[in-house]
């Protein structure tokens, strides 16, 4: 570390040297100094502008403030030298009117590609300009003239941006301390409980992805359109509506163009509803990829593997699945809020799986998930209905429907008839099921008996899924499932109990009461599955175990996208989304950080160089943040310091290469 | 030259500097573009106005040629973007005036007002020449301050 940092020292030293900067100053610091006292020092700008009066003096101005500057007038060699040397840039500052390439066009590939925050600049102070910037997803527009003080502040932007990202992982990690309750998300949308839950799977899940991510050194995950490209924050309404469009359409039919059409919302772009339907069919495949996508579950298990050790799934890869966190986050959201809000709306009627009632029941109450609720509410009702025609549309789960239900009566759990527990063998047709089933439940049954079946829904120990004694109707797995706390749950019926086992296993911090881990890596998927409402104060019973864990797990994820949620306000874009570090406090519910949620790296597996210990306040205003902050103070120490060497090691050479005279010539030529 | 001594010099630098500022030629963003030259970049200064010129140059060349050709081929737009250029590098090096009338030529070209253009183009050339004098009367009282000073100390063997 002291090594790490003395290179950095010396490297800004260098530069600054080189630059003709304040060498003196940063030595002055001390050896020791930490990153953070040098922070934002050393940040490294890529400043792009055609017109060269403006580079030479904004390159100055980054030099004064101690920052790495580099220079182009060319956009397009800015964005190749971006995609070289991906990860040698903090921040990027780029002109609107360029002549070879559209600022905005920049703005979208580095959106696109690298998760980098990007500031536009532009002579043009017009409020319709800026807006524009906004919206494409700059995380900041300044007026020309630029002065010192506003390039002073750029920083923030590269910090908000990793704490969103970060704070995610913080979130799972602390959750794991067992310091459920830290949750006070001031986001206050769902439970503690719910949060810690969610937190704890979701960390789970992030970690993984995030390690996952940051092994293979690649940000394009399974969807490169699932990174902050569309700004288009996916609430539950409207994920609700995209859904109900695709069902009318038909699963195989649905095209953006009509799905657009159908969902008529003002402000959507046929882009937007592209890759969300791109990610809605990963999520699809995902959920029914043990059947049919060997291929695609199989790299997923593979890392997953190793963390979740999680028994074979059987058919669904859920473990993978869960581990993988590949689902598409806001698809998660979205079901995770409708299973959530069925619960709450059907609790009464009892879904087979008392456990999940329970929890759903109780999930809902106890945790803040009011908010959850609330929106789950109108999604879970609208979405019954279009379920109903996801099932036809998707292949295999024919058992599973019969299965589901007679799951329940194998239940230990006197719940119920139909384990909704979105056990179907198709993921996809699970969560589809797993409604539909809710919903036939309520209609047919009413039982209360859910809650007292299952006074908590701990879903690790108590996973002694019932399934597997009606192995015949899980489709998934013969064998009985152990619920252990550790799980394994080997064989889940369904998504929801993979990614209860597997998240028993890895017995990441309970979700709320849900310890474990099973619930923090199937946060996300079990959205999809299980009506959350797992209130992880609920303990499971057993036999409701899985469906507990698995509403749990909903719930936890819920919560877990809650706090995710309030990261990703900070870093969502101002109305619609985007926004790279832009603070927008927690009124972006389900935006960004869905996206975060599936493909969790993506915009955590930056490099976070810059040690957040002291920047708390640049926090979004999400309690969330703020809530973790000390959270992430001790975590993030590691990894700047780490990351920050490697990229001061890798940055370095590069940069002292080019005496700042050359890369301006280099790059204006 | 000899009988200039480096108090003078600067006296007169100092005025010319007031008269820019008061005149409106100058704002305070060449202030800070001064401050922003220090030991590590002595000629800061110099060096981006000089680059201003010869980009600004090349710019009100290519605002004439456009302005100029056949009324068909004119492309507003192609304007509204040299000028947008034009209002960004001198707001930043704080030449005011140009920078002002750039604007009002920008507003004349998002009207498709040709005869407006035309006749902004005409001011924002003659502004640009009595830029370019002044700010070339500064340095070069500059340049003969640092003289001064040398003179004052020459060098003994």
């Known amino acids: 570390m002291v090594a790490t940092q003395r290179v950095m020292q010396s490297n800004v030293s260098t530069s600054a040297a080189t630059t003709s900067c304040y060498g003196g100053l940063s030595s002055c610091k001390g050896e020791d100094v930490m990153i953070a006292d040098q922070f934002p020092a050393g940040l490294r700008v890529l400043v792009v502008d055609d ?12 030099r004064r403030c101690l920052y790495i500057v580099t220079t182009c007038s060319q956009a397009k060699v800015a964005l190749s030298l971006l995609r070289e040397r991906k990860g040698c840039f903090d921040v990027i500052l780029s002109d609107v009117y360029m002549p070879d390439m559209d600022g905005y066009k920049l703005l979208e590939h580095v959106g696109l590609e690298m998760d980098l925050p990007v500031i536009m600049m532009s002579a043009d102070g017009r409020t319709s300009a800026v807006m524009k910037g906004i919206r494409h997803g700059a995380c900041d527009y300044l007026i020309k003239p630029v002065r010192e003080e506003e390039l002073k502040n750029i920083w923030q932007h590269v910090v908000r941006k990793k704490w969103n990202g970060n704070k995610e992982l913080e979130h799972s990690e602390s959750l794991s301390d067992a310091d459920r309750h830290r949750q006070g998300n001031d986001d206050a949308e769902y439970a503690s409980s719910v949060n810690d839950a969610t937190d704890a799977s979701l960390k789970h899940l992030k970690k993984r992805s995030n390690t996952k991510e940051e092994d293979d050194g690649e940000i394009d995950n399974d969807d490169p359109s699932t990174s902050k490209k569309p700004r288009v924050v996916w609430s539950v309404e409207l994920h609700q509506q995209f859904v109900s469009a695709v069902n009318q359409l038909g699963i195989d039919k649905a095209v953006p163009k009509r799905i657009l059409e159908l969902m008529n919302v003002p402000g959507l772009t046929r882009e937007n509803v592209a890759s969300h339907l791109q990610k809605f069919r990963l999520y699809l495949k995902r959920i029914s990829g043990v059947t049919q996508q060997g291929g695609i579950s199989n790299p997923l298990c593979g890392p997953v593997e190793p963390k979740v050790k999680i028994c074979s799934l059987g058919r669904f890869n859920v473990q993978s699945l869960a581990a993988s966190g590949q689902i598409p986050p806001h698809s998660l959201a979205a079901f995770h809020a409708e299973l959530l809000g069925q619960p709450t709306g059907n609790l009464a009627t009892a879904m087979d799986q008392p456990a999940l009632l329970q929890a759903s029941l109780q999930g809902p109450k106890s945790i803040q998930v009011d908010h959850g609720v609330t929106f789950v509410h109108p999604l879970l009702k609208c979405k019954y209905s279009s379920f ?14 019969s299965g589901f239900r007679g799951w329940p009566s194998n239940n230990i759990c006197t719940a119920g008839p139909g384990n909704i527990g979105g056990l179907s063998s198709q993921n996809g047709n699970m969560l589809i099921d797993l409604l539909l089933q809710n919903q036939q439940l309520q209609k047919s049954q009413q039982q209360p008996t859910v809650p007292e079946l299952c006074p908590s829904i701990n879903v690790q120990p108590s996973c002694h899924v019932a399934p597997s004694q009606s192995s015949a109707s899980f489709q998934v797995g013969n064998s009985p499932i152990s619920v252990t706390q550790n799980g394994s749950f080997s064989r889940t019926s369904g998504i929801g109990y993979n990614l209860l086992s597997s998240q028993s296993n890895c017995s990441s911090s309970s979700i709320g009461q849900v310890s474990d881990v099973n619930l923090q890596s199937t946060g996300d998927i079990c959205g999809y599955i299980l009506p959350a409402a797992v209130s992880p104060s609920v303990s499971s019973c057993s036999v409701n175990a899985e469906n507990c864990a698995s509403q749990q797990v909903q719930t936890s994820s819920m919560t877990f996208k809650t706090p995710r949620n309030f990261p990703g306000f900070v870093h969502s874009t101002s109305n619609i989304q985007d926004s790279y570090g832009s603070t927008k406090t927690g009124d972006f519910l389900d935006q960004a950080p869905f996206s975060n949620l599936g493909y969790i790296n993506k915009g ?24 973790f902050s000390e959270n992430f103070g001790t975590r993030v120490k590691r990894e700047p310091n780490m990351e920050f060497g490697d990229n001061a090691k890798v940055g370095i050479p590069m940069l002292q290469q080019f005496p700042p005279n050359d890369l301006m010539s280099v790059f204006t030529e | 030259m000899l009988g200039l001594d480096a108090d003078q010099l600067r006296a007169d630098m100092n005025r010319l500097l007031a008269f820019l500022f008061h005149q409106g030629i100058l704002d305070e963003q060449f202030l800070q573009l001064q401050q922003l030259q220090d030991e590590n970049s002595p000629n800061f200064v110099s060096e981006v106005v000089n680059i201003y010129f010869h980009e600004s140059e090349k710019l009100l060349r290519n605002l004439r040629s456009l302005l100029t050709m056949d009324r068909e081929l004119l492309s507003f737009d192609k304007i509204g973007i040299h000028l947008n250029q034009f209002i960004g590098s001198s707001s930043s090096i704080g030449a005011q005036r140009v920078r002002n009338i750039c604007v009002a030529f920008r507003a004349a070209s998002d009207n498709n007002n040709r005869t407006g253009c035309l006749r902004s183009l005409e001011v924002l050339e003659h502004e640009h020449c009595i830029l370019k004098n002044k700010l070339h009367e500064l340095f070069q009282i500059e340049q003969q301050i640092l003289l001064a000073a040398a003179v004052r100390y020459p060098v003994l063997n």
């Open chain 1, 388 to 401: 109903k025609h996801l099932p036809q549309s998707f292949a295999p789960v024919e058992d599973a429907s």
């Open chain 1, 51 to 62: 017109d060269i009066t403006c580079l030479r003096i904004l390159e100055q101005m980054l």
């Open chain 1, 604 to 627: 955590t597996c930056l490099p976070s160089r810059y040690p957040v210990d002291g920047f708390q306040s640049p926090l979004s205003s999400s309690s969330l943040g703020k809530v």
